[in-house]
């Protein structure tokens, strides 16, 4: 329950890297936060297991707990006594005399604009596809390929890795000159050889090319779908719709999982990547049909 409600300091966290950047530099602020994230989720896995040690039946799970917890205060201590704050006086007044907006009428707000529905279902769409992936590789790898969690951990590795280096310093050069929907619609492309490349796949090799494509995808679509968000939502519901895409995202984060084994178990151990590229087909369609009321790349 504590996760579920600390979680939406992400959400936070975007609208704060929305407030302190131009529409030119959004994408790369994105970008940046999403490197910081595929950094924490490269170094944090090895950190615990080293914490914890080697051995299964003496591992020590305490210990990386309170290594976490101690993170945890020190990024408190940043926000509380260096982080300064993000809107204008301005906008903090405008926002404070603001009545409460209730949830179902945030809904309503967010999607009643036609550019930011097709860009929350979009999401919802590739984290759901993503997710599918996700949960079923491990098992893939292991019954078609004599994989063990080690070389399933190197392979993540990896993605991760290629992630950081493109949200972390392409992002925002590939906005400038391609633009955000057509980056989002490369994403799209990519995501569809990727899975499709998975579906094929027989050896280690077509996996490795898979997994690449797959990573560049979602370094180019996370941080740009998040930047196309905040430009389409007004300064003081910045917050607010982008809640509302993370929890989409959230939401999908359970729907791809939940039938992911189903599939597998029923339909054939190969059945969740095909699913997930046939995802991409309206998946495009979609990204095709936003309108970016104001137009960024070249």
């Known amino acids: ?74 990024s408190l201590g940043g926000v509380v006594f260096v982080l300064p704050e993000s809107l204008s006086a301005e906008l903090r007044e405008k926002n404070n005399n603001k009545d409460i907006i209730p949830l179902a009428n945030q809904l309503r707000s967010a999607f009643t604009r036609r550019a930011l529905t097709l860009i929350i279902g979009l999401s919802f769409i590739l984290t759901m596809a993503f997710a599918l992936v996700e949960v079923t590789l491990g098992l893939w790898a292991n019954e078609k390929l004599g994989f063990g969690p080690r070389d399933i951990g190197l ?13 972390g310093g ?63 939502a007004p300064e003081t519901e910045r917050g607010v719709i982008l809640g509302i895409f993370q929890g989409a995202g959230s939401l999908a984060r359970v729907i791809g999982p939940a039938y992911a084994g189903v599939v597998y178990a029923g339909f054939g151990e190969n059945m969740p990547f095909a699913i997930a590229a046939v995802c991409m087909v309206p998946a495009l369609f979609m990204t095709l049909a936003i309108t970016i009321s104001k137009p960024s790349g070249h």
Do not use: C
Request: charged share 10%.
């Open 1 to 74: 329950v504590l996760g579920g409600l600390m979680s939406g300091n992400i959400s936070a966290a975007f609208a704060y890297v929305a407030d302190i950047t131009t529409e030119e530099e959004r994408a790369k602020g994105m970008g940046l936060l999403g490197a910081a994230f595929g950094l924490g989720f490269v170094f944090g896995p090895v950190i615990g297991g080293v914490l914890a040690g080697a051995e299964l039946e003496s591992a020590n799970y305490a210990l990386p707990a309170f290594f976490a917890a101690g993170l945890v205060a020190l």
């Open 155 to 167: 392979v993540l590795t990896y993605v991760g890795v290629i992630g950081v280096i493109i949200q």
């Open 170 to 232: 392409l992002i925002g050069v590939l906005t400038k000159h391609v633009g955000e929907r057509r980056l989002v619609a490369t994403a799209v492309l990519l995501y569809f050889a990727g899975y499709t490349t998975l579906f094929l796949a027989t050896g280690w090799l077509l996996l490795l090319v898979a997994m690449t494509l797959l990573a560049i995808g979602s370094g180019l679509s996370n941080p740009t779908l998040s930047s196309l968000v905040s430009k389409e």
